[in-house]
């Protein structure tokens, strides 16, 4: 959006460069801050928060670890039966429910599987190694062991117990088997730590097998690992091929949506938990941030706008002190260079437009005390020779004509006297009003100029007249009329006897200028400028026998202005040159017909534009092609009243001459404004 004054175009580049430039910055900045808390703070505090609302779990494979360790050859079952058939063979009996003569047969063969020593240990001290005597095929004798009856019932129980623990269902030979094998895991110290996702495999009888097979520990702890790796493995592999539901219903989770994080420790372990808890909290990351950052320009606009609001604050506070005292001085913000100087300007131009109309209300005030002065002088004259001619009523015809000639021409002095206080009380530029209609504007300068053909003729004065013909402009021909009138009536006052008044008219592209020159007394410089100012005269005179009320060129000035254009005057060597420049306009199509059709035959007492159309009176001129009025008085029509002579402001001055009493008995026929013509 474009601004119009300067001051609000630097407001504009200062408030929008602050503010882009603290946006920048705080945008920079909040993008280190983001930085640095993702490098330093989410990371602990995610694992904080996911920690806190999820727990690990890991997957049971205990069923794949002991089927893998079947394929290894670890599966204590088929050594178990294989002791089974032998003790049954050396005489403990097979048959179910037979498992209490174990120990009998075990007593009388003297083999010591369920002494002292032997493998009567619990589950929970199978770590515990021992040194026992061994069982020996060959030898067929018993060994030396002694007899311990607490001793032997232990070592019954944990190889009942290792069987299932019902009797009833057990044999001498599965019993005396089992105690053999306890006995064998025992000798051989092997251990093994029981993973915690193997909670479910059973631990004692890969031992017993591996005793049994005779493998030493580290192989039996690197093929367990191993055989561990494989099964997590493949029952992560098995997991992830179940829906989402039986996911969670094998890791005993509670979570319509799970959403899962998994992780292999190095141990071969898969652990897994359900993170949608954290994964909510953390969808709130990127918007909060958005918030945030979006928060901050909000301030740092919100702070640029507060900053803007304050200049009308400083503004304002300026503003009034230099209602409340005009020599206050005015203090305003760096920022407000422009408008503190544009306020001294103001202030400055507002006294001088106070000192004017103090000046130009005591010029009233002035001519009105004179006008009021010298009103008593031609009415004093007037009632006096009236009152001779009353009262000598034997004076001779040439002596009372005289008389009667002299109180008339005091009373025509008198009358103008009277206009022009009347034009005083009534001045006010601000209310005239213009209604435009196309003119013609060479017609509209002869009728001007024929209006003051008595007084020229009078004193000798030539009246020129050049105009384009076919040119129209849209004016109100009665108020430019009269504005043209007054400038014409101040070249004629001024115009030296025997000399011309030009009067013409051009088109410079969208105007029309009309120039008034004359050749008389010249114009200082310090006159022209104070020249179109309401009650100025030039010549200063008190009397107002010397000049008019200081209002036409004035009146000039304002018309023209309110017709858009404007008004100057030039003097140099003797010439005076008053420049009239109105807008052109361009016409409607229907008032560029030919002026003629349908205004044709204007009678006596028409308008002179009519006049000049029906009989284009001939003018004798100094100048070939100029014109001069035909000077019928029924054609003498003007905008405003024609005095014999005036000030050099264009204001009335009648019977400023000898040759005014001449001029003045034509204006019987006066105020016959402009007709306006429309084609």
């Not at 179910?96 to 009998?104: D, F, H």
Request: glycine share 8%; hydrophobic share 45%; charged share 25%.
């Amino acid at each position: 959006m474009a601004l119009r004054s300067e001051q609000a175009r630097v407001l504009r580049r200062l408030l929008l460069g602050r503010v882009a430039r603290n946006l920048a910055v705080f945008t920079a900045g909040f993008a280190a801050v983001c930085v640095v808390l993702e490098l330093l703070v989410v990371g602990p505090l995610a694992d904080f928060v996911a920690d806190s609302t999820s727990t690990w779990r890991t997957l049971d494979s205990s069923e794949r670890f002991e089927e893998i360790m079947d394929e290894s050859g670890l599966d204590d079952d088929i050594y178990l039966n294989d002791l089974t058939a032998f003790f049954a063979e050396q005489g403990f009996s097979a048959a179910v429910g037979s498992a209490a003569s174990a120990l009998t047969v075990d007593e009388k063969q003297g083999d010591g599987l369920f002494d002292e020593g032997g493998a009567w240990a619990t589950d929970a001290d199978l770590a515990v190694s021992s040194s026992a005597g061994s069982f020996n095929e060959d030898d067929g004798a018993p060994s030396s062991v002694p007899f311990d009856e607490e001793a032997r019932a232990k070592a019954y129980a944990a190889a009942v117990a290792a069987l299932g623990g019902d009797e009833s269902r057990l044999s001498a030979a599965q019993v005396a088997a089992m105690a053999a094998l306890l006995r064998m895991q025992e000798e051989s110290g092997l251990t093994l730590e029981v993973p915690q996702a193997l909670n479910n495999a059973d631990v004692p009888a890969i031992l017993r097998a591996a005793a049994c097979a005779g493998i030493p520990q580290e192989e039996l702890t690197s093929l367990v690992a191993e055989a561990f790796r494989r099964s997590q493995d493949e029952a992560y592999e098995e997991w992830q091929g179940l829906s989402p539901a039986d996911q969670a219903l094998r890791l005993s989770v509670l979570s319509a949506n799970p959403q899962w994080q998994t992780v292999k420790n190095p141990d071969g372990y898969w652990r897994i938990r359900d993170v949608s808890t954290y994964a909510l909290i953390r969808s709130f990351k990127l918007p909060l941030a958005a918030a945030v950052l979006v928060a901050g320009w909000l301030v740092i606009v919100m702070a640029g706008l507060n900053r803007s609001l304050r200049y009308f604050d400083d503004l304002s506070g300026a503003v009034a002190r230099l209602l409340a005292d005009r020599d206050a001085p005015i203090e305003l913000p760096p920022d407000l260079a422009i408008a503190q100087n544009e306020l001294a300007v103001i202030r400055s131009q507002s006294l001088a437009d106070e000192r004017a109309a103090q000046a130009a209300e005591r010029r009233k005030n002035e001519l009105v005390a004179y006008l009021a002065h010298d009103i008593r002088t031609p009415l004093t004259s007037v009632l006096g020779y009236l009152d001779l001619l009353r009262e000598a009523s034997e004076l001779p015809p040439d002596t009372q004509r005289k008389y009667a000639e002299i109180a008339y021409a005091k009373a025509e002095r008198l009358e103008g006297l009277i206009g022009e206080f009347f034009e005083i009380t009534r001045y006010n530029l601000q209310a005239i009003p213009i209604e435009r209609e196309n003119v013609d504007v060479r017609l509209f300068c002869q009728q001007v100029a024929e209006s003051f053909f008595p007084e020229t003729s009078a004193r000798g004065i030539g009246l020129r007249v050049g105009a384009p013909s076919g040119v129209r402009f849209f004016v109100d021909p009665d108020k430019l009329a009269r504005a043209l009138g007054n400038v014409m009536r101040n070249a004629v006052a001024y115009a030296e006897d025997g000399t011309s008044v030009d009067l013409a008219a051009a088109c410079d592209g969208p105007w029309v200028t009309i120039a008034v020159r004359n050749r008389g007394r010249e114009i200082s410089e310090a006159h022209l400028e104070a020249i179109f100012e309401k009650f100025y005269r030039e010549d200063g005179a008190r009397s107002t026998g010397s000049g008019g009320a200081g209002l036409g060129l004035a009146i000039a000035k304002e018309i023209v202005t309110a017709h858009g254009g404007d008004i100057a005057a030039t003097s140099r060597d003797g010439v005076t040159v008053f420049t009239l420049r109105v807008p052109r306009e361009a016409a409607p199509s229907w008032a560029l017909e030919d002026a003629a059709d349908g205004q044709r035959g204007a009678g006596p007492g028409g308008n002179v534009l009519d006049g000049a159309r029906a009989g284009r009176a001939r003018l004798d001129g100094d100048v070939p092609g100029d014109t001069r009025a035909a000077g019928r008085a029924h054609g003498l029509a003007s905008a405003a009243e024609q005095p014999a002579a005036s000030s050099r402001d264009g204001s009335a001055r009648p019977g400023a001459s000898s040759r005014s009493q001449a001029v003045s008995r034509t204006r019987r026929a006066r105020h016959t404004p402009v007709t306006r013509h429309r084609s």
